[in-house]
Every structure is written in structure tokens, then in C-alpha cells.
């Protein structure tokens, strides 16, 4: 070459971390969001196999470099798309995995070829940082700018097209890099480059043209579809989720969930809407007649417009408009509702207006789109009711599918806020899937009474109700004390509609567990041992149930330790649904990548003979900490700053978007420049001068981003996205710099090592995503970026450098 590859490893670095992101979105949609972490972080440790592999073979590839690159990233473009081909044709079954073990075997497929497009790629990175080592700096900048401007620009082709779609794009945005390689590389197109790119062009195009979703059979879509007469009439996709609107010709949907036993009519027409295949909710045709929406009052969310005459309701979650239908039953003057995803608001307001009766249209209804605790923070006005719908679906909450998501509307910072903009004698109404034994609807009262008790609650008690049907149940938190009037209502309306009475002040036992009967009032007990011996409730329950927080927003989180050797003896018993698969898998995950990880570090060792001798010890284990604690350090960095900001931002897909790209485009700059910095100042210099900006930095922001983010929430999206950029600039440009110095140093010093500090760093960061989710569980995010900062700060003391340039 003639010249650095700058522009084909920038292209080939935006396509791979596009293909990231998209695979997650694409696995996401055919299995489960928590699955698909699993499957691509394990996939990622491609990158650790590349650094041996280069290790290995550093010789022969360099020897053939300006081919071996051409060709790697000819392969990268092709498996790229029949990687994903080929993984949807294995018959992997994720919810089998505790009893069929055959389904190990499947799943050691699925990362192999998954692995192997990001083992392609970086292999064709790490080449060219051994081939030029003296310029790494730049090409590693070059690598951290291009994957920003991927990871930015996926979440663009994610606007535009659907997922599947993208497959083929990416592959070719591949291939042009390949082809730009070329260009850079100035030897000339000859027979063997020219056939190379035409198979691949080729393969591209008749593979990539019509690739279709497998689906999990267990997904609610899947299911559905089974019936007969059912027919997917519209299908939306986004960043933030693939709507599927699917009718029924021969049985009708009956989708109300939590209705009353004594209810014994149909509910008008519905269609379905999944979510991601998952979380059905369902878009009501609007009857002629008021009275035929009376199903919706026999529901246990009902129960606020029973205790008083409700005239202002602000509804987290508008969905497909059923809690909207219930406020207009109830003769409510003025509803407010917010969705987060603008594609379920515009199936309502427009391609199903006719069906649903112009919902959205009605003078007295309201739907704004965006993150509803932004919202709420940024609106002046208060309510009689905020309702939080319920949208998740009852097999993926009971089986423990959301114990990874964050989940900031409750939290106890959360119902804090709802409580702030209740009126007087105002009230928070949350219903939730009832799971046996009890676990979300503790962990909500719990959540509840704690903020009560934050907010000078002396009594908290008394401002607390709780009911439950059959398969759902209902928190009502007011702005006051209950009054005697209030409790007789909710005597009479749990009476009339067979809903059994869990909490009210005062509330004798002989009235709990009347008409859902359980062998025990279990609910009842639970609640009571909350109000009387909290923490020791909480020490010797068999689930997690403390309150989450807007440092730890796992509301799903259920899972203890000391409970799995009993609840997997019950596997076959049904005790598989007591168990919080999320939460496993994430372990699972964390320690396949330590075992891979310590096999494909610890591998070239073994083989390598050409580090010199004196070097092979100290400097052996210098580099493998160094590379292995900035890796955890960066991506726990990111961790935080996404936290951080989901709650400023107004939507979660825009955070991802404005942080990764920010903190990855910044970084790479910080690597340009700090070739500059060490020919002035020497390697370890200029990587002290960067840690200890980065702990200063960090110091601060622990210290600062809370109160500002309260100051500046109710500002416009473009000035809060403009002090994101502001806020992460300084440190991700201060964090480019300690890889870019540690490469340039062993290219100084020891140049072989360079692939396989590449792949210790690649295997760091796979374990350190799902350790760094662990850590946030159990410990907060705050924790999580202290630790960041102890990693930044124990790289500094191993820096792998034996001289000074």
C-alpha cells in the first residue's frame, strides 16, 4: 500500500457495528430480547478468536497482507448475510434449554456462525494494525469514528426499512470497503480480485434479496397465527419495535385483561397489535353505543373511577387506545395519554381511524409521543388519575423475560414523580399480570410505600389500596388518606365484579382471598409482613422484591440465589416458570465468555516464539491486564452514560444513538490526536495525562449530571441532545487515547503481541457487557462507574511499555 487504509477501515467498521446492532434487533424479533443478548455477545468473540489467529498466523498473512485484507473483507460482506441464513435453519429453542440438552449443541452452532463475520473483520483490523504499527493511532481512530457514524447510521436504515432488509445493505456497504481497499491498496485489479468480487457481489444479490423471519413458535405472534382465519394486515417497523396488526375472520379476539368472572357478554371487534411479536394489546372498534364499552368497567383498573368522579386522566402508555376507551366510558373530561412508539399513535389516528372511531381525534382525548417519565417531568399540569397501562404479555412476564430490561417507570424516583402531579385526593392507579407465588404486585407496594415514605409520609398505610381478579391486579396510590367513603366503594366494587380485596388500611383478614381463591391469602400476608417487618420480609422472601430505583431500574428482577437449588427441583413440576430466565441467561453468558475468553487469551501463548525472551513474562501479563481492564472500563463507561441519559433524553433509541455515537466518534478523534501527544510527551505520559482526565471527569459527572439533568429535563430535544454531545465529548476524547498508546507502545517494543492484545481487549469487552449488567442488578449503575474508573486507573499502573519513545 501507498498509503494508510484509513477509508476502508472506517467503512468496514461502521458496516460491523451496524451489523451488531441489527442482529440484536433481528433476534430480538425471533426469539427474545434477553436471548438475543446472549447469542451476540457470545458471537463477538470473534474478535478474541481473530487476535489469535493473528497471533498465529502473523507471518503467512503479512507475508500476503494486501490479499489476505482484500479477502477478509470480502468475507466479512458475505457471511454477514448467509451467517444469519444459515443460523435461522438450526432448530434452536431457547426455552428448552433447562431440559433438553441437545439444545447446547445447537446453540455452540449458533455462535460459530455468528462469530465468524466478526471474526473476519477484525482480523482484517487487527492485519493492519501489525502492518502499520507506527500509524495505529490514526487507524485505530479511523476504526472508533467509522463505528460511530455506524452505530448512527443503523438506527437511520432501521427508520426506513425493515430489518431483514438492511441485511443486504450492510453486506454491500461491506463490499465497498473491499472495493475502496483496493483503491488504497494501488496494486491494480487483476483476474483473482476481479473474480473474488464478482462471487460476492453475486452471492449478495441472490441470497439478500428475499430473506424472510423465522419466528420462536412460542412467541404470541407465532401462536397466533396457528388459528385459523387469522391474517396479518399491517406490519410497521422502527428502531424501537416491529408492530404487527393481524385480524380474525373466524374467531374473534377477546383480548380484556383482568376481566371479572361476573362479566358473560363479548367485547366489540378487536384487532391485535404485537410488539416484537410479543406483548399483544389490541385496537377496539368503536361501537355505536357508549354501553357497549361496558366490559372495560368490570376490569380491576377500573376500580379509581369507582372511589370518585374523575376529571382529568393522564395514561402511561396509550397503546391501542383501550385505557383511552375506558376513561371515555367512565365520562372523563379531559384525557391525556403519551405513547412511546410514534407508529402505534399513527396506526390509531390514521390507518385504523375508521375502525377505531377517530380515538385520537376527540376533542376531549390527547396522545403525545414520547418517554413518559420526560414527559411528566416536563409538563407543569396535574390530574385526577395517572394510569399506567399494562402492555406487557402475561407468558413473557410469567416466565421471567424482562428481568434484564430497565425499566424507569417504576421506580421509587418514579412513583415519586407520578404522586407530584396527582391533584389533591388524586390517584396513581397500576395494574400488573398476577404471578404466583406473589412478585410483582409486592414488589410494587413495596415500591409504593417506600417513595410515600421518601416523600414525609408519616402513614403511608393509608394511602395505599390493592385489589386482584384472576389474572390481574390493581395498586391505587392517592394524594391523601383513603377516606371511609372511598373504602366502602371499593367494598362495593370488588363485591359486584368478584375481585378479591388484598389492602386497605385496617383491613381485617376474613375479607381477603374471597373469590379467586388461593390455598392461602397469600397476597394479603405478603403485604401485611411489608408493612410490619419490611427488611427481614425482604431478607427471607424467596424472590427479590425491594423496591427498584432509578440506580438499579430492574423492576423484573426477581431471582435469588439461595432459591434455585428448590425452585429448579420443581423443573418438573412447573417450577421453570418460577424461575427468571432473563437473569440466568445473563449469567450463562458470562461465563461462556470467561471460558472462551481464557482459551482464545491464553491459546497464542502457547504457540507464539517469536516475543524475545526477555519480554515474555512481565510483558506478557502487562498487556493482557492493560488491554483486559480498558476494555471493561470503556464499555462500563458507555453503560453508565446510557443510563444517565435515557432519563434526560426523551427516547431510550435516540440515547443509544446519541451515546454510542458520540462516545465512539469523540474516542476516535482522541486516538488521532494522540499521536501528537506522544511524540511530545512519550506513551505512558500521554496515557496518564488521559486516565487522570478521566477520572477527573468521571468525579465530576457522579457529582453533577443528576441535579443539571433535573434543572435542564423540561428544555427543548435539541438543546438536551446538544448538552449530551457537550457533557460526552471531553471524556470519550480522553478515552480514545489509552488503547491507541498501548498498541503504538508494543509497536515499539514488542510488535508480535499486537493481535493478541487486539483480542484480549475484544474478549474484555464481551465479558464486560454482561458483568457490567450484572453489577448494575445488584450493586447500581454508580457502582458500575466507579469501577470503570478503578479499571482506567489499574491500567495506568501495568501501561505495557519496557521503553520510552
Not at 399483544?280 to 376500580?303: C, F, G, H, N
Not at 415514605?453 to 391505587?476: C, F, H, N, W, Y
Amino acid at each position: 500500500m501507498n498509503r494508510l487504509p484509513y477509508l476502508s477501515i472506517a467503512l468496514v467498521s461502521a458496516a460491523a457495528l451496524a451489523y451488531e446492532i441489527l442482529l440484536m434487533r433481528l433476534f430480538g424479533m425471533i426469539q427474545w430480547h434477553h436471548f438475543a443478548y446472549m447469542v451476540i455477545s457470545l458471537a463477538l468473540l470473534g474478535y478474541g478468536a481473530s487476535g489469535t489467529f493473528v497471533s498465529l498466523a502473523k507471518n503467512v498473512l503479512l507475508r500476503y497482507a494486501d490479499l489476505a485484507y482484500f479477502v477478509m473483507l470480502l468475507l466479512f460482506s458475505v457471511s454477514s448475510l448467509l451467517s444469519f441464513l444459515l443460523a435461522q435453519q438450526i432448530a434452536f429453542d431457547p426455552m428448552e434449554l433447562l431440559w433438553d440438552y441437545r439444545q447446547l449443541v445447537q446453540l455452540l452452532w449458533l455462535y460459530l456462525l455468528l462469530a465468524l463475520p466478526f471474526f473476519f473483520v477484525a482480523t482484517a483490523i487487527g492485519l493492519m494494525f501489525i502492518r502499520y504499527s507506527f500509524g495505529i493511532s490514526k487507524l485505530y481512530s479511523a476504526n472508533l469514528v467509522g463505528s460511530g457514524l455506524g452505530s448512527l447510521g443503523i438506527l437511520y436504515l432501521l427508520s426506513l426499512f425493515f430489518p431483514e432488509s438492511i441485511l443486504q445493505i450492510i453486506s454491500l456497504f461491506a463490499l465497498l470497503a473491499a472495493a475502496v481497499a483496493v483503491w488504497e491498496m494501488k496494486s491494480g485489479i487483476n483476474a483473482v480480485v476481479l473474480l473474488l468480487f464478482t462471487a460476492a457481489l453475486a452471492a449478495i444479490f441472490l441470497f439478500g434479496s428475499n430473506v424472510t423471519l423465522r419466528m420462536n413458535e412460542y412467541k404470541d405472534l407465532s401462536q397466533t397465527l396457528r388459528i385459523g382465519g387469522m391474517k396479518i394486515i399491517e406490519e410497521r417497523s422502527s428502531a424501537l419495535e416491529r408492530l404487527t396488526v393481524v385480524e380474525s375472520s373466524d374467531i374473534p379476539f377477546r383480548y380484556v385483561p383482568g376481566l371479572s368472572m361476573a362479566w358473560g357478554l363479548e367485547p366489540p371487534e378487536q384487532l391485535a397489535v404485537f410488539m416484537d411479536g410479543n406483548g399483544m394489546s389490541v385496537i377496539t372498534k368503536m361501537p355505536e353505543k357508549r354501553e357497549a364499552l361496558q366490559y372495560l368497567d368490570y376490569q380491576t383498573s377500573a376500580l379509581a373511577y369507582h372511589l370518585k368522579h374523575i376529571d382529568s386522566t393522564f395514561i402511561v402508555g396509550a397503546g391501542g387506545g383501550t385505557d383511552i376507551l375506558q376513561a371515555l366510558y367512565h365520562k372523563v373530561e379531559k384525557i391525556e395519554a403519551v405513547e412511546i412508539d410514534p407508529q402505534m399513535a399513527d396506526l390509531i389516528a390514521k390507518r385504523f381511524a375508521a375502525f377505531s372511531g377517530a380515538l385520537y381525534e376527540k376533542e376531549n382525548v390527547t396522545v403525545y409521543t414520547g418517554e413518559a417519565r420526560a414527559f411528566i417531568a416536563s409538563s407543569p399540569k396535574t390530574f385526577d388519575l395517572i394510569q399506567m397501562a399494562m402492555v406487557e404479555s402475561f407468558g413473557a412476564s410469567a416466565a421471567g423475560l424482562y428481568s434484564l430490561s430497565e425499566n424507569y417507570l417504576y421506580t421509587t424516583e418514579a412513583i415519586a414523580l407520578y404522586l407530584s402531579h396527582l391533584r389533591p385526593g388524586g390517584y396513581l392507579s397500576v395494574t400488573r399480570w398476577l404471578k404466583l407465588p406473589p412478585r410483582d404486585m409486592l414488589k410494587l407496594f413495596a415500591t409504593a410505600l417506600e417513595a410515600l415514605e421518601k416523600s414525609g409520609i408519616a402513614d403511608p398505610g393509608k394511602q395505599l389500596v390493592m385489589i386482584r381478579g384472576l389474572q390481574t391486579g390493581t395498586l391505587l396510590v392517592k394524594n391523601g388518606p383513603f377516606t371511609s367513603g372511598e373504602i366502602e366503594a371499593l367494598k362495593r366494587f370488588c363485591t359486584t365484579r368478584l375481585f378479591d380485596m388484598v389492602y386497605y388500611s385496617g383491613m381485617p383478614p376474613s375479607e381477603a382471598n374471597r373469590y379467586n381463591r388461593l390455598e392461602k391469602p397469600v397476597f394479603y400476608n405478603g403485604v401485611q409482613e411489608l408493612l410490619k417487618h419490611k427488611e427481614s420480609f425482604y431478607e427471607n422472601y424467596k424472590f427479590y422484591v425491594r423496591p427498584p430505583s432509578d440506580d438499579r431500574p430492574y423492576f423484573g428482577h426477581f431471582f435469588k440465589w439461595k432459591s434455585l437449588p428448590e425452585l429448579f427441583a420443581l423443573r418438573g413440576k412447573g417450577g421453570l416458570n418460577l424461575l427468571e430466565s432473563g437473569y440466568l441467561i445473563l449469567v450463562a453468558t458470562l461465563l461462556q465468555a470467561i471460558a472462551a475468553s481464557i482459551v482464545l487469551i491464553l491459546l497464542p501463548l502457547l504457540f507464539q516464539r517469536n516475543i524475545p525472551k526477555e519480554h515474555t513474562g512481565r510483558q506478557r501479563t502487562k498487556v493482557l491486564l492493560y488491554f483486559f481492564s480498558l476494555g471493561f472500563a470503556f464499555l462500563f463507561l458507555e453503560i453508565y452514560f446510557i443510563q444517565k441519559l435515557t432519563l434526560f433524553l426523551t427516547h431510550p433509541i435516540n440515547t443509544v444513538a446519541i451515546v454510542l455515537g458520540s462516545f465512539l466518534i469523540f474516542a476516535g478523534l482522541g486516538s488521532s490526536y494522540s499521536f501528537r501527544l506522544a511524540q511530545k510527551n512519550g506513551y505512558r505520559v500521554a496515557t496518564t495525562y488521559a486516565v487522570v482526565s478521566i477520572v477527573i471527569l468521571g468525579l465530576v459527572y457522579i457529582w453533577m449530571l443528576d441535579p443539571l439533568f433535573s434543572v435542564l429535563i423540561t428544555r427543548g430535544e435539541l438543546f438536551k441532545a446538544t448538552v449530551a454531545v457537550a457533557l460526552i465529548a471531553p471524556v470519550a476524547f480522553a478515552m480514545g487515547i489509552p488503547f491507541a498508546m498501548g498498541l503504538s507502545s508494543l509497536g515499539k517494543t514488542d510488535e508480535a503481541m499486537i493481535p493478541w492484545a487486539w483480542g484480549v481487549n475484544g474478549c474484555a469487552s464481551v465479558i464486560s457487557a454482561a458483568m457490567a449488567t450484572l453489577v448494575s442488578i445488584h450493586f447500581g449503575f454508580l457502582v458500575v462507574m466507579l469501577l470503570a474508573l478503578f479499571f482506567y486507573l489499574a491500567a495506568l499502573f501495568v501501561f505495557p511499555a519496557e521503553k520510552m519513545s
